[in-house]
């Protein structure tokens, strides 16, 4: 799993401390996480400049900051993404219910400490999943959810299909070319929800791609793709075949491209 977080903290020491704390609780968690840290309302938004949806899962917005404070930054992220969560840090208790016209997901008053991130991404996870786009699975006599988002990739073996996740590999007595139809066509669900859906809550750029004979990978767990292997966000390498560099590269920077990275 990984997560990409923006902190907006114009005190260099309280932002150096937020990142420290939610890099740690990736660490005690087994998740990746990516933590960009912005001084000021304006830089976030001279990088947001162009992009089509807000490249981040999460957002942690101190709510008094130089000329633009996190309200009236939040009311601009709104008009361009409804989905992404966002978390206001405050040192005034008062100010607590001023942000649920923008959807706030939390509050938390500083200092933030350890604690108060391990509680807050906790409720973050728990929220994230219950959005999330899954398929059901039947596996050792039982239906799995799985989400998508936590599959890796998807291995032909013999007559068995091994569906390889961020904690298990789960292995199905089916046909390789079936269960791959049925996580490409749940991956297609979410794109449409982000395009057609209410706020588009939820939804991500998922899509399976064949990298190799009988095997496809989730494209967003794609960090880096080399001539022969790529290598997915944990480390993991997988071989590509010369027939599959072209599709493979074209849907890594699709993916890409639609959450804001190119």
Do not use: W
């Not at 890099?23 to 998740?31: A, R, V």
């Not at 912005?38 to 947001?48: H, I, K, M, P, V």
């Not at 013999?158 to 046909?175: K, S």
């Amino acid at each position: 799993m990984s997560i990409r977080i923006a902190c907006l903290e114009d005190e260099t020491p309280q932002a150096e401390a937020l990142k420290e704390n939610l890099l740690s609780f990736g660490d005690e968690n087994n998740i990746k996480l990516r933590v960009d840290l912005y001084l000021s309302a304006e830089q976030f938004l001279f990088e947001l400049d162009g992009k089509e949806q807000v490249p981040y899962d999460l957002l942690l917005l101190d709510i008094s900051m130089g000329e633009m404070d996190g309200f009236s930054l939040a009311e601009k992220i709104r008009e361009k993404d409804k989905s992404v969560r966002l978390a206001f840090l405050t040192s005034d208790p008062s100010r607590v219910f001023d942000g649920y016209e923008v959807g706030a997901f939390r509050y938390l008053l500083k200092p933030v400490t350890k604690e108060k991130i391990a509680e807050m991404m906790a409720a973050f996870l728990v929220d994230r999943e219950e959005d999330e786009a899954y398929v059901l699975l039947e596996s050792g006599g039982e239906n799995v959810k799985v989400l998508l988002s936590a599959v890796k990739y998807i291995e032909a073996d013999g007559h068995y299909v091994d569906v390889v996740t961020d904690t298990e590999t789960l292995r199905l007595h089916r046909n390789y070319r079936d269960v791959l139809t049925q996580f490409i066509s749940a991956g297609r669900k979410t794109e449409t929800e982000s395009a057609g859906g209410a706020d588009g809550s939820g939804a991500e750029n998922i899509a399976f791609v064949e990298c190799h004979r009988g095997m496809s990978v989730n494209i967003s767990r794609v960090d880096s793709i080399g001539k022969e292997e790529l290598c997915l966000d944990d480390g993991t390498r997988l071989p590509v075949s010369r027939g599959c560099v072209k599709q493979v590269n074209s849907a890594f920077i699709e993916a890409n491209r639609k959450e804001g990275m190119f």
